[in-house]
């Protein structure tokens, strides 16, 4: 009896494995891809460890707004916005409310003295703005 309950949850944890690998197909390459991707297009809030910033642009975000207001990059490049305001700032690609261009560009909301890195791998022009005042907008043009 014990030998034939073993053999069942044995079974049974094979099919519920089985089960789960079928809903949830994610080799480990595709994972680490996904990892990576992540952290690099929802960017990240205090990003200084200066990996992806050695060859991209930075702009600041000022009182008066975003310093300066257009970059041109190349594919693959990151920038960096550092809110140098006296407000927090939610840097969003266009259209305001719903950011839908590049859904994936956009910071939440960035303390006074904090950075967001994005890395840009789309080529294109992306308008963007500071959520919290939408009429603080900018352009990255990517080449």
């Not at 996904?34 to 205090?46: F, I």
Request: charged letters at 10%; one cysteine or more; hydrophobic letters at 30%.
């Amino acid at each position: 009896m014990k030998k034939a309950l073993t053999i069942s949850l044995i079974i049974l944890s094979a099919l519920t494995l089985s089960a789960c690998d079928l809903l949830f197909p994610q080799s480990e390459e595709s994972a680490s891809t996904q990892n990576q991707s992540q952290q690099s297009n929802t960017g990240d809030v205090n990003n200084n460890s200066g990996q992806n910033q050695i060859s991209g642009v930075k702009v600041s975000v000022t009182d008066n707004g975003f310093e300066p207001s257009s970059v041109t990059i190349g594919a693959g490049q990151t920038v960096t916005f550092t809110n140098n305001s006296s407000n927090p700032v939610f840097v969003a690609s266009d259209p305001h409310p719903t950011h839908t261009n590049l859904p994936e560009f956009q910071s939440k909301n960035v303390a006074v003295g904090e950075s967001y890195s994005f890395t840009f791998n789309q080529l294109g022009s992306w308008g963007y703005h500071n959520h919290l005042n939408p009429s603080v907008r900018g352009t990255v043009v990517v080449n």
